[in-house]
């Protein structure tokens, strides 16, 4: 009974050692960033509590203006989701993308974002 013990007793040390040797491996630590809330809180306290949590990645779906606004400067990798309605028509032809990309990201990248 206590040979068992000990050898469960190792095999969670080897799995927690493997835990941490993982997490200290991490390059970075990312988030999606959903604007389908009840009480959604201001952009620039999002942002800080990204970085206060060490978050430096961040997917939002939708390219909402207040919230790359808040980005700008923030040390904060942005990637920008494409709406689902908005997948065929972009697909089909560069012209489409090129406009949606004028519209919604070159602006922010020229203010300091890091799209």
Do not use: C, Y
Request: hydrophobic share 50%.
């Amino acid at each position: 009974m206590a040979a068992a013990a000990a050898g469960a007793g190792r095999a969670v040390a080897v799995a927690l050692l493997l835990v941490v040797v993982s997490l200290r491996r991490s390059e970075a630590i990312g988030v999606n960033w959903g604007t389908q809330l009840s009480h959604p809180l201001p952009a620039s306290t999002v942002v800080r509590l990204l970085q206060d949590n060490g978050f430096d990645k961040v997917k939002l779906f939708d390219a909402e203006d207040a919230i790359l606004g808040a980005l700008k400067g923030s040390g904060i990798q942005v990637m920008v989701g494409i709406p689902n309605d908005m997948l065929a028509d972009l697909a089909a032809g560069g012209k489409a993308a090129e406009d949606w990309v004028a519209r919604n990201v070159s602006g922010h990248v020229r203010d300091g974002v890091d799209i």
